[in-house]
């Protein structure tokens, strides 16, 4: 089913304002899905116009080429297919902005933040974070990105991982050191909204909402006309990257 069959257009709650954009990060297993379709009904049931978008997007050629690596039917070198990742956004760019200024709110599962991390965890030494996030600079920067916070070891627990290329628990660990020196990064903090993952999926998705509720507000109130873009790090942001963080304990 379609995003926009799931969510048929019902007229604006308040006329003339643009829509939100909502990405929900973290490792594998958070729950990262199950609260975007959640956040979704919510956001529907309050009158807002909703659309869903999902990184990798795989239906389109470049999705498919993700698709098979991440299969590990084919073999790419680190950069290529990190640059595949980035460019499956780059694809959606200007539906992200045209959908936003109808005035619909897009609830976007992984975005340009797993694109760093699952590249940067791979401690290839020509591909750290800040290479990595080089190719997604001017993408539409999201209003809110709420990051699904889940030790690899209670993520397991949720069925277990999967076949695929990065579902592995020291993958993961791994991952989750890149998305913690994300978020004392300001260039990324500024904008995050970390969440415990670890209660139940309700509770979750209510302290979701009451995160993301001021921002949505402030949107529809004509207070943030601009929809961002993805700006290059500071200095400053490049100098939290080489500081320790959690005592600079990887897992
Ligand atoms: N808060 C929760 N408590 C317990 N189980 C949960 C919770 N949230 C999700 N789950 C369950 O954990 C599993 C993974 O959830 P989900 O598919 O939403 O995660 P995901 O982050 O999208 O995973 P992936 O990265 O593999 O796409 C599902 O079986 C889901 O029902
Ligand atoms: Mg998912």
């Known amino acids: 089913m379609s995003a926009s069959e799931e969510y048929p257009w019902k007229g604006p709650a308040t006329t003339g304002t643009r829509g939100a954009f909502i990405v929900v990060e973290g490792l594998d ?8 379709k959640k956040l979704c009904e919510t956001l529907y049931a309050s009158g807002r116009n909703v659309k869903t978008l999902r990184f ?39 539906h992200i902005r045209g959908t936003i200024a109808q005035g619909y709110t897009i609830v976007c599962d992984r975005y ?17 974070l800040q290479w990595a996030r080089q190719c997604d ?3 539409p ?11 690899p070891e209670q993520a ?8 695929e290329k990065y ?10 050191w890149e998305f913690m020196r ?16 670890g209660p139940a999926i309700e509770e979750v998705a209510e302290k979701i909402w009451q995160d993301i509720h001021p921002t949505l507000t402030m949107i529809q109130e004509g207070m943030l006309n601009e929809l961002g873009t993805v700006k290059a790090w500071r200095d400053d942001d490049v100098e939290w990257l080489g500081a320790k963080v959690l005592g600079g304990a990887r897992s």
């Open 29 to 36: 297993r958070a729950g990262k899905t199950t609260q975007v």
């Open 56 to 94: 990798p997007d795989r239906t389109s050629p470049i999705g498919k080429m993700i698709d098979s690596y991440l299969q590990s039917k084919t073999e790419m070198d680190d950069h290529a297919i990190h640059l595949l990742f980035s460019a499956n956004r780059w694809e959606k760019a200007k």
């Open 112 to 128: 340009y933040y797993s694109g760093m991390v699952y590249s940067a965890a791979k401690n290839n030494p020509a591909l750290d």
């Open 137 to 139: 600079v001017g993408l």
């Open 141 to 151: 920067r999201p209003d809110k990105v709420i990051f699904l916070d889940l030790e």
């Open 156 to 163: 397991e627990k949720r069925g277990g991982f999967g076949d």
């Open 167 to 176: 579902e592995k628990k020291e993958m993961q660990k791994e991952v989750r």
């Open 182 to 197: 994300l978020r004392f990064t300001p260039g990324e903090s500024s904008d995050m909204i970390v969440v415990n993952a």
